[in-house]
C-alpha cells in the first residue's frame, strides 16, 4: 500500500483545515515545493496536491504551484481542486500533473466527467468519493446529498474510472483513526477496485490496519505535519 502525502494549498502556501472548515487554518510551511521535496528525499513516489483556493471559488487557482513542484521533483502528482472545465483540466494537465482529482462535478456534471475520462483516459482522471453517514457530500462538504456512496462509485467504476479516493468527513484532520469500517464495505461491494482511504489517519498502527483490510493507498496529511508519523516511520514503509 502507497503513502500518499497531502499538501493543501491556501495562498500558495501548505496548510491543513480541520473537517474542511477554512476558519481551522493551520499553516505548516509557507513554501510547498519544500515540502514536496523533503517527501521525495523519503523515497515517497506521489503526491495528493490540493487547490483550497481553487475548491472555493470554483476554478484552479494555485496553478503556478502545481508547475513548480512539477517541473522541480519527479513525484506524480494528482491534483484537485477548482477543476470545472475543459480548459482547467487542460491547463493542469500542462502545467504537470499526472492525474485530475474529481468531486462535486462527478454528482452535478457526471457527462463532463466522463467526457474526461474518454478523452484523456481512465488512468489520468482521480474520483474524490467526500462521505458524510454513507451518502456523498459536495460543495466543499456544505451539502450532503441523498446519494449513497455505494451506488455513487458503482456507477462511475463502470463509467470506467478506476482511481477512487474516499474522505470520510467526520473524521478528516481530527486525528481519531481512519473510517475502516466504511472501506472494508466498498471494498466487499467493488472488490476489484483498487481504494485510497483518505481522513483520520494518527499513527503508523493506522497505516497497518490500512493495509491489512486491502486499501490500495491512504492519503496522510495532518498526522505527518503533526509528527505523529515520522520521516523514519515512512522513509522505512517505502523501503518495504
Known amino acids: 500500500m502507497e503513502i500518499i502525502p497531502a499538501i493543501d494549498l491556501i495562498d500558495g502556501k501548505c496548510v491543513r483545515l480541520t473537517?474542511?472548515?477554512?476558519?481551522?487554518?493551520?499553516?505548516?510551511?509557507?513554501?510547498?515545493?519544500?515540502?514536496?521535496k523533503e517527501f521525495e528525499d523519503l523515497g515517497?513516489?506521489?503526491?495528493?496536491?490540493?487547490?483550497?483556493?481553487?475548491?472555493?471559488?470554483?476554478?484552479?487557482?494555485?496553478?503556478?504551484?502545481?508547475?513548480?513542484?512539477a517541473s522541480l521533483t519527479k513525484l506524480a502528482i494528482d491534483f484537485g481542486g477548482g477543476i470545472k472545465t475543459d480548459s482547467s483540466i487542460?491547463?493542469?494537465?500542462?502545467?504537470?500533473?499526472?492525474?485530475?482529482?474529481?468531486?462535486?462535478?462527478a454528482v452535478k456534471q457526471p457527462e463532463l466527467l466522463f467526457g474526461w475520462v474518454k478523452k484523456y483516459g481512465a488512468e489520468k482522471i482521480m474520483l474524490g468519493a467526500d462521505v458524510s453517514a454513507e451518502n456523498i457530500a459536495?460543495?466543499?462538504?456544505?451539502?450532503?446529498?441523498?446519494?449513497?456512496?455505494?451506488?455513487?462509485?458503482?456507477?462511475?467504476?463502470?463509467?470506467?474510472?478506476?482511481?477512487?479516493?474516499?474522505?470520510?468527513?467526520?473524521?478528516?484532520?481530527?486525528?481519531?483513526g481512519p473510517s475502516i469500517e466504511l472501506y472494508k464495505k466498498i471494498m466487499a461491494t467493488l472488490p476489484e477496485l483498487k481504494l485510497i482511504a483518505s481522513g483520520g489517519v494518527s499513527n503508523m498502527?493506522?497505516?497497518?490496519?490500512?493495509?491489512?483490510?486491502?486499501?490500495?493507498?491512504?492519503?496522510?496529511?495532518?498526522?505527518?505535519?503533526?509528527?505523529?508519523i515520522t520521516k523514519d516511520e515512512i522513509r522505512s514503509w517505502n523501503k518495504k
Do not use: M
Not at 90 to 105: K, P, Y
Not at 163 to 168: A, G, M
Open 19 to 36: 473537517q474542511g472548515d477554512y476558519d481551522k487554518k493551520i499553516i505548516y510551511n509557507e513554501n510547498p515545493l519544500e515540502v514536496a
Open 44 to 69: 515517497i513516489k506521489r503526491l495528493h496536491l490540493v487547490d483550497l483556493d481553487g475548491a472555493k471559488k470554483g476554478e484552479v487557482v494555485n496553478l503556478k504551484v502545481l508547475e513548480t513542484i
Open 90 to 105: 487542460a491547463s493542469v494537465f500542462n502545467a504537470g500533473a499526472d492525474l485530475a482529482t474529481i468531486g462535486s462535478l
Open 138 to 176: 459536495i460543495s466543499g462538504w456544505l451539502e450532503t446529498t441523498d446519494i449513497n456512496v455505494f451506488d455513487f462509485l458503482k456507477i462511475n467504476y463502470y463509467k470506467g474510472i478506476t482511481n477512487i479516493f474516499c474522505t470520510d468527513i467526520s473524521k478528516d484532520g481530527l486525528l481519531q
Open 205 to 228: 498502527n493506522d497505516v497497518f490496519e490500512l493495509d491489512e483490510i486491502g486499501c490500495g493507498g491512504v492519503i496522510i496529511g495532518k498526522a505527518i505535519y503533526e509528527g505523529l
